[in-house]
């Protein structure tokens, strides 16, 4: 999977991604759901061990065009975990009180204490993307925030948070699908926003705004991920599988008791 890692000195174009692809996994989609059930396990246990540590940190980004599939890595992925010790955070269009800080205030607040895992549906990231395109703030605001928010994560890196983000790519085309199957099923209504649209008549303007964002903010500490997205299967089994690799490199063991137990009868 370490080819979907975006390298801080190798600069990407997004056209040269292939959103549709499914990598070495020929067998498709039921071999792919079978690795993913593995891969959830093995979360479930991954993550008993960060939550009675205490002391390791996750937080995974997760970025993507409306419609790419965010909801539905937390759903899947996310699946088997414990919900005591793993949390889902939300970024939505600002409140007046959160504009009235600086934009990382709410994010800040927000980021994984010892043995939690935290997902970020959106985040900071937005403050690049939606109020670059949007032009919510003039350019030399977002222009220095790059550098902002790499320094902010290094902090966070050093106080001991694992963080992971995931770009989920997909193509104009599979939106449009999936924009339409949402008008056509009134259970899926409710996630149709007609600003949506307006989103999507900026894709162009998005792309080159998440192409910067690759380039500009994947590090050693902070790597983005490029999720090929168009297969929903194989999305979630890219980042099943980045999830899994970096938890068990963290060698996160049980903690001892601190008591002798050999000689304990429970009468
Ligand atoms: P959803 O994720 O579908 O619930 O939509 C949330 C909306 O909030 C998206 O259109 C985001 O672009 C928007 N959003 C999130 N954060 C910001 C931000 N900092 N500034 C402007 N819009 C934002
Ligand atoms: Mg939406």
């Known amino acids: ?8 000195s ?28 593995q891969l959830t396990e093995e979360l479930e246990e991954l993550q008993e061990r960060l939550y009675a540590g205490h002391r390791h940190k996750v937080l995974v980004v997760l970025q993507g065009m409306d419609t790419s599939g965010k909801d539905g890595v937390i759903r899947h992925v996310f699946e088997g975990v414990n919900p005591q010790g793993v949390r889902v955070a939300g970024f939505k269009v600002p409140t007046q009180i959160e504009l009235d800080h600086d934009y990382l205030w709410r994010v800040h607040n927000q ?10 549906n959106r985040s900071h990231y937005e403050d690049v ?9 003039p350019d030399k605001v977002w222009g220095a925030r790059f550098d902002q928010i790499n320094a902010f994560e290094k902090m966070l890196a050093d106080e001991g948070v ?16 999936r924009l339409e199957e949402r008008l056509q099923d009134p259970a899926k209504h409710w996630k149709f926003a ?3 649209l307006k989103t999507r008549e900026r894709w162009d303007d998005y792309m080159v705004a998440y192409q910067d964002v690759l ?53």
Do not use: C
């Open 129 to 137: 993307l939606a109020v670059r395109v949007n032009q919510l703030v």
């Open 111 to 120: 980021v994984p204490a010892k043995g939690e895992i935290v997902i970020f």
């Open 162 to 177: 694992t963080i992971l983000k995931f770009y989920l790519h997909i193509s104009k085309k599979e939106q449009k699908r």
């Open 194 to 196: 007609q600003g949506d």
């Open 215 to 267: 380039n500009r903010t994947s590090t050693d500490w902070a790597p983005w991920y490029i999720v090929p997205s168009d297969k929903k299967w194989y999305r979630n089994l890219v980042i099943g599988s980045v999830l899994v690799d970096t938890l068990k490199k963290l060698k996160i063991e049980y903690p001892q008791s601190g008591e002798d137990l050999s000689n304990v009868v429970i009468v």
């Open 10 to 37: 190798h600069p990407v174009k997004l056209v040269d991604w292939d959103p549709d692809e499914t990598g070495a996994f020929d067998g498709g989609k039921n071999d792919g759901k079978d690795i993913l059930d």
């Open 1 to 8: 999977m370490d080819r979907y890692r975006v390298k801080p």
